[in-house]
């Protein structure tokens, strides 16, 4: 039972390029979640999908998409990636929206 | 002005002490309030989850809620060496189908041997 599984481990970019963030649970969660990380700041929540076939804007939405694939799996896609994108990325799963929300290991990015 | 504010420290304390982190919040429709805990390098991992006002004890830990001052806090009794970790506080106003936290800064302690 891995929990929460996030890859990669570490990117780096150059201003400009694209990349896709992976997310994987195997707790049969409904709920799952992309957060930024940034110093000073706690984590900000980017978007969210409450179950399968949905997802919504949060806090810091701007210049990311995300594709709930299936029930296991949420994707956050930097189309054209920015320096002010450079953070730490955490996924994160709950089996509703009202229970304990686990955390991936996160992906470290920089943006050059 | 944040939603929630929490003083980042770093705050320093030997081992044994009991520790006090604390969160203030200025969104009234806050319901559900959790305190995490992250190594460094590592993902946040839940350690408390309360529920409206009150207070709540696991073990060394005793987290307090008092909505009509919109204060939380966390307690740390006995501290260890391992306990040195970030401490971040969240709340939410608590939806079923997803619940969007909203964190604090983090407090970032140190356990002295």
């Known amino acids: 039972n891995a929990g929460v599984t996030q890859t990669p481990k570490f990117q780096v970019l150059k201003t400009g390029q694209s990349m896709t963030l992976q997310c994987a649970q195997d707790?049969?969660?409904?709920?799952m979640y992309w957060y930024r990380q940034d110093p000073g700041m706690g984590l900000r929540l980017i978007y969210y999908s409450a179950s399968e076939g949905t997802t919504d804007k949060g806090e810091v939405p701007n210049g990311y998409n995300v594709s709930r694939l299936n029930k296991r799996e949420f994707s956050l896609r930097l189309e054209s990636a920015a320096p002010s994108q450079t953070s730490v990325y955490f996924c994160?799963?709950?089996?509703?929206?009202?229970?304990?929300?686990?955390f991936g290991p996160g992906t470290r990015l920089t943006v050059l | 002005q944040k939603e929630v504010e929490q003083d980042p420290g770093p705050l320093s304390v030997p081992e044994g002490a009991i520790v006090s982190l604390n969160c203030t919040y200025s969104?009234?429709?806050?319901?559900?309030f959790m305190w995490y805990r992250q190594y460094s390098r590592k993902g946040p991992e839940l350690l408390m989850y309360?529920?409206?006002?009150g207070n709540k004890e696991d073990g060394r830990f005793t987290a307090q809620v008092d909505k009509s001052s919109k204060y939380i806090s966390l307690f740390i009794r006995d501290s260890q060496p391992s306990d040195s970790a970030t401490y971040l506080c969240?709340?939410?106003?608590?939806?079923?189908?997803?619940?969007?936290?909203?964190f604090g800064q983090g407090t970032r302690l140190t356990i002295n041997p």
């Open positions: 309360t529920y409206s006002s």
């Open positions: 969240a709340m939410s106003r608590g939806d079923w189908g997803a619940q969007k936290l909203v």
């Open positions: 994160a799963s709950s089996l509703r929206g009202v229970d304990e929300q686990f």
């Open positions: 707790m049969n969660h409904n709920s």
């Open positions: 969104n009234s429709a806050f319901q559900y």
